[in-house]
């Protein structure tokens, strides 16, 4: 025999598109109350990100010599995720070139959609964060749109640097009503827009829920607010659509939670004792580093297959 073909082979009426604008139904709930919140300042972020992200992608893969493939709605995902995690206020080229560092520099120059290392909105943010802290901090107060933008810190800023600010309260912050990146804020519409996605079966349980558990764990034993800790800052919409991420995560349910497992204790380590007052960005592109090597040890091993003494696969 000169070749080993692997079967039986599982097929499915999924595809890359339907699962893309599946999450972008999703994203619809968080979206609208971003809106509700900050105003037309969220939604020129959210337009330019989507924005910029198509037309790179398009670019990119003109330049590379590949099939353009927007229509399949993953440069869309990937353009609200990025504006999702930005602040209201932020200067609008600075999102667009967010928008390019995560489609030409974090996707297209690995190889495209399948291919990328890490989570590209993430890595967008992470360089903005990097090159512009000042404009990357500037938070706004929910519904200062409609008088003159008010400035003020997010719950978790509030808390880690000791600020005078008040903290929001909790159904506040289940709300939404409260200051931070666009998409991050309300709790109830995040949910929302999860549930949908676990009933689809595009995500599993095994990432979003094992990441905050962990989170709120570590939180309750060392005198935090459990609940605080997972409302106050971008844990819901991190664990739900960023750490969930296809590409960038492991692929069984014990590697998942591994890999939930690390993204917790990081994130976890990070509002305490870091310099940061959030954690959920750095401690996942951190465990996307680590997804091939928790693949490797937790795949299942491949039946009907002997090796022979020269190390060769035979059947």
């Known amino acids: 025999m000169n070749e080993i073909k692997w079967a039986p082979h599982i097929h499915s009426s999924e595809t890359t598109a339907k699962i893309m604008w599946s999450v972008v139904v999703a994203l619809l709930p968080a979206l609208a109350g971003s809106i509700y919140f900050f105003g037309a300042a969220a939604l020129k972020v ?15 893969q003109i330049i590379f010599g590949k099939k353009i493939r927007v229509k399949d709605g993953s440069a869309v995902v990937t353009g609200i995720l990025l504006a999702f995690v930005l602040p209201p206020g932020i200067p609008l080229w600075m999102v667009a ?38 404009e990357m901090t500037q938070f706004t107060a929910p519904f200062s749109y409609r008088f003159d933008a008010v400035t003020t810190a997010t719950p978790l800023g509030i808390l880690k640097e000791g600020l005078n600010g008040q903290i929001p309260s909790m159904m506040n912050m289940f709300l939404g009503n409260r200051a931070g990146c666009i998409g991050e804020t309300s709790t109830l519409l ?12 595009i995500i599993t349980w095994h990432i979003p829920i094992t990441y905050i558990l962990t989170v709120a764990f570590l939180s309750f034993v060392s005198g935090h607010n459990p609940l605080f800790q997972i409302m ?56 996307n580093m680590f997804v091939p090597l928790i693949d490797k040890y937790t795949l299942p091993k491949k039946f009907g297959l002997l090796r022979t003494r020269h190390n060769k696969l035979s059947l």
């Open 46 to 60: 959210v337009l330019v990100s989507i924005g910029s992200c198509t037309i790179s992608e398009t670019i990119s």
């Open 232 to 287: 106050a800052g971008g844990l819901i919409l991190g664990a739900f659509f960023m750490a969930t991420d296809y590409t960038t995560s492991p692929l069984t349910g014990k590697g998942k939670i591994i890999f939930a497992l690390g993204c917790g204790i990081i994130t976890f380590l990070i509002r305490e004792k870091g310099g940061y007052p959030e954690g959920v960005m750095f401690s996942i592109i951190f465990m």
């Open 190 to 201: 995040l949910l929302t827009g999860s549930i949908f996605l676990l009933l689809r079966r």
């Open 97 to 134: 070139v967010g928008g390019f560092i995560a489609i030409f520099l974090a996707k297209e120059l690995f190889g495209g959609i399948g291919f990328n290392i890490f989570n590209p909105a993430l890595i967008a943010r992470a360089v903005l964060t990097v090159s512009f802290p000042l």
